[in-house]
């Protein structure tokens, strides 16, 4: 479950950041650290897939039984 929950937090931090920094949308480093934040998501996501059907530990979250 921690894998789930980081996985969502991953995703609140990637809406929040783009919507507190909007004005800053066609700037450099907005596009590289959103982009940077879009894949540490999409990797927390697949973790936590992989960690709820084939038990794969890749976070470094203990599991509970």
């Not at 894998?3 to 700037?27: G, N």
């Not at 973790?47 to 890749?58: D, E, K, P, S, T």
């Amino acid at each position: 479950m921690d894998y789930t929950f980081f996985a969502i937090a991953c995703y609140i931090v990637m809406r929040a950041f783009r919507q507190i920094f909007e004005e800053y949308r066609e700037k450099t480093w907005f596009k590289i650290i959103y982009k940077i934040i879009a894949v540490a998501t999409c990797y927390a996501g697949l973790a936590a897939i992989l960690v709820w059907f084939f038990q794969i530990r890749l976070l470094g979250f203990d599991f509970k039984s």
